[in-house]
């Protein structure tokens, strides 16, 4: 009621807190002229704040330089007069428009901020005038790093990283950070967050390339190689929303990356433009992550080997669903999604997808890696291409491939077991197929026209799922010839005439009669 609160200080102390107000940096001493070392300055004003309750503010069109980090004590908030969402737009042209609270940092040791618990950053931007164009660049710090077991609470909102080596790290024992509106040009990570117990919310980030444009840039192809928008360890309900992330080796990676475990939440309207690899899966908590909406452009003409979800072969414990997503890839794209890993299980769904390289799958699965790929539209297939490839599989939890939409010939490799494939739908499909000693039935559709007069001996296996019946009209007279792998009524042979038809059934590594018409 009376404006004032209480906050426990070290040593058992109590600090009154006004709660509103600012402090400007300037009336403690800081220049603002982008060569004073204002460190100290800002430091007292945050000191101050910590005991009034107040805000800390600063506005310079020149920056202030730090050569020492700064520690965000608990409850202050600080940033621009405006905290309007602080950009890089200026950046990419050297025009070096420093308005706002910019912060020149040239701390190589530590942090420009050790934020702790409670304490907010809000129209603040990191630049390091000393940051080279090179390959490598300079190693620096995070701009930003959360106070390991005191950081819980922290917001980064409205702030600028236009060329952090690091931009933001979270991978102390935290929780509940929110990073909202944030953008820059991370030269090696983007934000880190590891050994978080409870909801992590980020939303409304854009990483692009702000400080350097030129793709033939060193730094550009260092960021390519090394660069990790967003490196997401332990994250329990995790949820990050509306982010985009441009030219780096991993969009998204997920992983153990401490031993503190891996992440579970939710993902949505998240976009990778010209990524090695968009979403990238060593491993995840049992609970899984889930990705609803965006695109995927995998399509980075400096790299080869792109790929647009990579569930990893050294991915021990997957969860993964994706859906509603527009896909395409160039083509140097040598996947939309490589799904590997032992434990694994994916589940794709109703999403859009264009193209890719033109020699290799659009979908690879391997190892013991349990996918399901339903409702999907696939189209813009070479004659060449193959869809599907399901080599090496190692698993009995056999892939589920149904309800899809094929624009181009189906052509699916390897010779495990799917299930459904004969569920799904290829434009201008041919029902029909042409005797042979040993006839192929195609792997979409379940009623076919047999043509020709050759006499059968059998019908290879394929990619067969036990239990998927066919039904077969013949056009003319052949023979099907009884034996253990196409078993027909009687243990005899079968000669057809015009307009009979024959119902086959897959079990036990053979085609069995179910029933016969005769015309």
Request: net charge negative.
């Amino acid at each position: 009621v009376d404006g004032y609160g209480d906050h426990a200080l070290a040593g058992g102390t109590v600090a009154l807190l006004q709660s509103g107000g600012s402090a400007d940096v300037k009336q403690y001493g800081a220049k603002g002229d982008g060569v004073t070392d204002d460190s100290a300055a800002i430091q007292a004003a945050i000191d101050k704040a910590a005991l009034t309750g107040e805000s800390v503010v600063g506005d310079s069109h020149l920056g202030f330089l730090i050569n020492s980090g700064l520690t965000l004590k608990k409850f202050v908030t600080l940033g621009s007069t405006s905290g309007a969402l602080a950009t890089g737009e200026h950046y990419g042209s050297q025009q070096l428009d420093h308005s706002g609270f910019t912060l020149l940092v040239t701390d190589l040791v530590n942090p420009a901020i050790t934020a702790q618990s409670n304490s907010t950053m809000k129209g603040v931007r990191f630049f390091y005038p000393n940051q080279t164009k090179t390959s490598p660049p300079v190693t620096y710090p995070a701009s930003v790093k959360i106070a390991a077991s005191v950081g819980n609470d922290v917001s980064v909102v409205n702030c600028a990283f236009p060329n952090s080596y690091y931009a933001i790290d979270a991978t102390g024992p935290h929780e509940r950070l929110r990073v909202q509106n944030i953008a820059g040009q991370p030269l090696y990570r983007g934000i880190v967050i590891d050994a978080n117990t409870d909801c992590d919310h980020i939303t409304g980030v854009h990483f692009w390339r702000y400080w350097e444009a030129s793709a033939a840039s060193p730094i550009n192809d260092y960021i390519n190689q090394n660069c990790i928008g967003l490196d997401i360890g332990r994250s329990d309900s995790i949820m990050v929303q509306d982010v985009f992330l441009y030219g780096m080796r991993q969009g998204i990676k997920c992983s153990d990356l401490s031993g503190a475990g891996a992440p579970y939440g939710t993902f949505s309207n998240i976009s990778f433009d010209k990524c090695k690899w968009g979403l990238s899966v060593y491993k995840t908590n049992l609970n899984g992550i889930v990705f609803v909406g965006g695109l995927i452009a995998v399509d980075n003409p400096s790299e080869t080997g792109c790929i647009g979800v990579v569930i990893h072969e050294a991915a021990t414990v997957a969860r993964v669903t994706i859906s509603d997503y527009q896909i395409w890839g160039g083509s140097n794209a040598s996947n939309i999604f490589f799904l590997k890993g032992v434990g694994t299980k994916v589940n794709i769904s109703d999403n859009s997808i264009r193209t890719w390289g033109t020699s290799s799958p659009m979908l690879v699965i391997g190892e013991e890696c349990a996918v399901t790929f339903k409702g999907n539209h696939v189209s813009a297939a070479g004659a060449t291409q193959y869809h599907v490839s399901v080599t090496g599989y190692t698993g009995t939890d056999y892939p589920i491939i149904e309800g899809n939409r094929f624009d181009g010939p189906f052509k699916v490799a390897g010779t495990s077991q799917i299930y459904g494939l004969e569920n799904n739908y290829e434009k201008a499909q041919d029902i029909s197929i042409t005797s042979a000693a040993a006839t192929t039935i195609p792997a979409l559709g379940s009623f076919f026209a047999v043509t020709g007069t050759t006499g059968i001996s059998s019908f290879p296996s394929g990619n067969l799922r036990e239990g998927r019946s066919v039904d077969l009209l013949f056009t003319g007279v052949l023979t099907l010839t009884h034996s253990a792998g196409l078993v027909l009524d009687g243990s005899a042979n079968f000669t057809t005439t015009a307009g009979d038809r024959l119902s086959l059934v897959y079990y036990s590594g053979g085609w069995r009669e179910l029933s016969r018409s005769t015309a």
